[in-house]
């Protein structure tokens, strides 16, 4: 791990929500994770956990409440200066999870996939976009026929494609996939898995993978954490988490995964967790370093008697 | 074909050569192409399918909610009830308007559990009452009983707090409660059907697994069918007795849950199947059935899976397969499965992953 360079680096993020004059949603509650460069970090967690709140203050699509989040040397929590902005949006990107709702439905393809160039004046040409636009279309597997229409001509799978187009172009060094495969059927959904893989051994593109669906999340992801009101309750490689999961909450995610297997199906029972029922409070809680990389959030003792069933 | 009665319960549901197609400003669309099902009492079946496939305007159809330009243009669908009382009515839901339908039997003997449990609810009213009115509508009793139905409906689907839950509103509820609301709601009448049109799609994994170990327990409670329409093999396996699986508007392979599990014919269900990501398997790369489904507002020629399908025969091209008996209550639609047929090995990746599903089962070969 350590020979690899750090790109990103989040440090005790806090992201609140004022509700009403007085109370307040701690929607991310301190966390602290990093991300290094070519690997695919998966965060999972239910809705409500925070997860996508935390990739959206991660691309400062949010004012962070608190922490540090430093991307490839550069600090992007606090007031953004004109330099690290323009660095941050031409660097990172974001691939939504609606690829209905977030592609303009009055610009044709090429327009939407070429806006961030222009924006950002990265072309010098006419020229230089239209073979950029070109050469993305053609890495997302679309013809370059289709750069000519309009969103609502493509189906699901080819809109996330779209999608994925437009957050490559800038040739970003991080991808923020928020829940991007959700909306897919299961067969579109490899196809676009596949797709994000070859293009990371391609082009040695980072990605932030945010799903609730930790069978996907295994797919794609080196490490992976996992969210639970706020907090990341349990972090480690894929490996770590699916074989030694040490928090209840992972336990009772990793139990809830269907298994296209009948006759084992219908005997499993789901494990619940309900986090006031085990008396578990995350703010007491400190990490716990199992290995380099396997770390959970928790007391002392919560540690000895989950570890200890564990074993 | 003989006829092998699935188990000694009577049939409630029986689909004939449902044909049904949507008229669009570009053409008509066929959407359904001759669709042959049955239900059985206290059964579960699921009908899977990719999005467009026309497992939702099947169950649409059932309900008298099929969209204005949809046209039934030949088949049957025969519902057999139960009356209270004892007699047994047999009704054609294709001769019936969609008005008689929904006065006569919706709600009552057939309700359905919609994806979205936020647009499925009246946000300007009391989860109580948007759970009484379907009794009051339906029945004639006092408000009070209703009331006490209602509580009593609540309790059983799993809120914890039902006196609680009636007096509020459905965003005060998580999404989890509120797809247990709308299952109260679907009960409320006691029917005999209950469509399930991808109940769990909007919900958390967690979550997900506790909705359908409830909608089971009420089932085996009450000795409803259950229909569930999804795309998530992981829930079928999980609820299904019976599976259907439907490509562009056809049945292609349909049998016992086990039968099509652990011994796929159809093409289509092996690129399923090898698509749904196994936590247990290590390999890195997804298999993903190439392409994408046809558009229905072309005439079909021959197989609609062939143009995706790497085993395709020529006669694939040419000709739409007929329903092949392979065993049990097995069938698909595929040439592979004709005695002239080349023989077709099952993909080495699926092989080795039934062989282990197998075993973990304690299936021997």
């Known amino acids: ?311 | 074909m003989a006829k092998v009665k699935r188990d000694k319960n009577e049939r409630v549901l029986s689909i004939r050569d449902l044909s049904i197609s949507f008229k669009t400003n570009f053409g008509v669309v066929k959407a359904i192409r001759g669709v042959r099902l049955d239900l059985f009492q206290g059964e579960t079946i699921a009908i899977v399918g990719e999005s467009g496939s026309g497992k939702s305007v099947t169950v649409k159809t059932m309900m008298g909610i099929l969209d204005s330009n949809g046209v039934i243009d030949s088949g049957s669908i025969v519902y057999t009830c139960k009356e209270k009382d004892g007699t047994i009515n047999k009704y054609d839901l294709v001769k019936m308007s969609q008005k008689d339908i929904r006065y006569k039997l919706c709600g009552k003997h057939i309700a359905m559990v919609f994806q979205d449990p936020m647009t499925s609810l009246d946000p300007t009213m009391q989860i109580g009452k948007q759970i009484m009115e379907p009794i009051l509508e339906h029945e004639n009793v006092p408000k009070s009983e209703a009331a006490a139905r209602a509580l009593a409906l609540l309790d059983e689907v799993g809120i914890t707090e039902p006196e609680k839950c009636f007096r509020q509103y459905p965003h005060e509820l998580s999404g989890g409660m509120r797809q247990r609301v709308v299952i109260a709601i679907a009960l409320a009448c006691d029917p005999d059907i209950l469509i399930c049109d991808e109940p769990t799609t909007a919900l958390d994994v967690t979550i997900q697994a506790k909705i359908l170990e409830k909608i089971k327990e009420i089932q085996t409670k009450k000795n409803i069918s259950v229909i569930y329409i999804t795309h998530d093999l992981g829930v079928v396996a999980k609820v299904a007795d019976y599976v259907a699986v439907m490509y562009a508007g056809r049945i292609v392979e349909k049998g016992k849950i086990n039968e099509v599990f652990y011994d796929p014919r159809h093409p289509y269900t092996w690129g399923l199947l090898s698509s749904m990501p196994d936590i247990d398997t290590d390999s890195h790369r997804l298999f993903a059935i190439p392409g994408s489904p046809p558009n229905l507002m072309e005439e079909i020629v021959g197989d609609a899976f062939a143009p995706r399908n790497p085993y395709a025969l020529n006669i694939d091209y040419r000709e739409a397969p007929p329903m092949y008996d392979v065993g049990g209550q097995h069938r698909v639609a595929s040439w592979l499965c004709d005695p002239h047929a080349p023989k077709v090995e099952l993909p080495e990746e699926l092989k080795v992953r039934i062989a282990k599903m197998k075993k973990e089962a304690g299936i021997d070969e």
């Not at chain 1, 004022?18 to 949603?25: A, E, H, L, Q, Y």
């Not at chain 1, 004109?82 to 941050?88: A, G, Q, V």
């Not at chain 1, 082009?203 to 999340?217: E, K, P, Q, W």
């Open chain 1, 1 to 311: 791990m350590s020979e690899k360079k750090l790109l990103l680096k989040v440090e005790g993020l806090k992201q609140y929500f004022p509700v009403g004059r007085k109370k307040v949603t701690k929607a991310v509650d301190g966390i602290s994770f990093e991300i290094y460069e070519g690997e695919t970090y998966g965060l999972v967690g239910e809705s409500g956990s925070g997860k996508s709140t935390t990739g959206r203050s991660i691309i400062r699509l949010y004012e962070p409440t608190g922490g540090k989040i430093i991307f490839d040397g550069h600090d992007i929590s606090g007031k953004l200066s004109k330099e690290d902005e323009r660095y941050l949006r031409t660097n990172m990107a974001m691939i939504f999870q609606d690829p209905m709702a977030c592609l303009n439905p009055r610009k044709k393809v090429k327009q939407i996939i070429a806006e961030g160039l222009e924006i950002h004046g990265l072309c010098k040409s006419q020229e230089e976009i239209d073979q950029k636009v070109n050469d993305v279309l053609d890495k997302v597997g679309l013809s370059r026929e289709q750069a000519t229409r309009f969103p609502h001509q493509f189906s699901g799978g080819q809109r996330q494609r779209v999608g994925i187009a437009r957050a490559l172009v800038m040739n970003p060094k991080l991808v923020i996939a928020d829940e991007c495969i959700s909306a897919l059927d299961v067969s579109i959904q490899a196809q676009v898995v596949n797709l994000m893989k070859d293009i990371q051994d391609e082009m040695g593109t980072t990605y932030l993978f945010i799903a609730h669906d930790l069978s996907m999340v295994k797919y794609i992801s080196d490490r992976i954490g996992v969210m639970h009101l706020g907090h990341i309750v349990e972090t480690g490689t894929t490996d770590e988490i699916f074989a030694n999961p040490i928090h209840p909450y992972t336990k009772s995610l990793l139990s809830a995964i269907p298994h296209p297997n009948p006759i084992v199906e219908k005997q499993r029972k789901a494990i619940t967790y309900n986090k006031d029922e085990e008396g578990v409070d995350y703010t007491a809680g400190h990490e716990h370093v199992l290995t380099e990389t396997h770390r959970v959030l928790a007391t002392d003792e919560e540690f000895a008697r989950w570890s200890g069933q564990a074993a």
